[in-house]
């Protein structure tokens, strides 16, 4: 049953289409938690950027690790941790693919905006799922791949450069975070489902 629900739910997230209005900042932008949803932290991706300016598209592997990566935030040490994401093999991949990095300042801009439908559409799939949760988002820079990762412990992780380098996904670069996002935040309830099942089974089975 709590399955079914995940599927129905998922289905009326991809279908749902947030609203975005106001201003578009440049990429000097802070992290605050919505009101009454997740904290979606993208201030790693103004560090990032700062480096990336200050040495011209060409940081060093130590300038990232001791200006970008060890100074990071929680969700950007988790997303290393879990996609060995160090300051050498992002610069490996910048190396290999400088585009995806120089690229990526144009999904800079629309991140507050994406924050906004994000938590539209989460408040939906909430009301389709009562039982949803709803870790941390952090979107960070990281070494040109995963796109995404989702964990009921770490919360969501979307490597910036990667998501705004596919050309399969959305168009609309709003709605392509919007939908990566629930999409991750789907995977989070069918892990949690998962877990909580298993643990109901060994309660039972203890109890035989």
């Known amino acids: 049953m709590r399955k079914a629900s995940l599927c129905v739910a998922a289905g009326a997230t991809f279908g749902f289409s947030a609203m975005f209005g106001g201003p578009t900042p440049a990429y000097g932008i802070t992290a605050e938690p919505l009101p009454r949803g997740p904290a979606?932290?993208?201030?790693?991706?103004?560090?990032?950027?700062?480096?990336?300016?200050?040495?011209?598209?060409?940081?060093?592997?130590?300038?990232?690790?001791?200006?970008?990566?060890?100074?990071?935030?929680?969700?950007?040490?988790?997303?290393?941790?879990?996609?060995?994401?160090?300051?050498?093999?992002?610069?490996?991949?910048?190396?290999?693919?400088?585009?995806?990095?120089?690229?990526?300042?144009?999904?800079?801009?629309?991140?507050?905006?994406?924050?906004?439908?994000?938590?539209?559409?989460?408040?939906?799939l909430g009301a389709l799922y009562p039982d949803a949760k709803f870790p941390p988002v952090t979107i960070a820079v990281g070494r040109g791949k995963p796109v995404g990762v989702g964990s009921p412990v770490f919360g969501v992780m979307i490597g910036l450069e990667a998501l705004c380098g596919v050309t399969y996904f959305d168009a609309n670069l709003k709605d392509r975070f919007v939908h990566v996002i629930a999409h991750e935040y789907v995977h989070v309830q069918q892990v949690r489902a998962l877990v909580d099942d298993l643990q109901g089974f060994l309660r039972a089975s203890a109890a035989a």
Request: hydrophobic residues 40%.
């Open 40 to 124: 979606i932290h993208i201030e790693d991706v103004t560090r990032f950027f700062e480096v990336y300016d200050a040495s011209d598209g060409h940081p060093s592997a130590e300038l990232l690790q001791e200006k970008y990566v060890n100074p990071g935030s929680e969700g950007l040490h988790n997303f290393a941790r879990l996609r060995n994401i160090t300051g050498a093999r992002i610069v490996d991949s910048l190396a290999k693919n400088p585009a995806i990095y120089s690229d990526a300042r144009r999904c800079v801009a629309v991140l507050p905006h994406a924050r906004h439908g994000e938590l539209n559409a989460l408040r939906r």
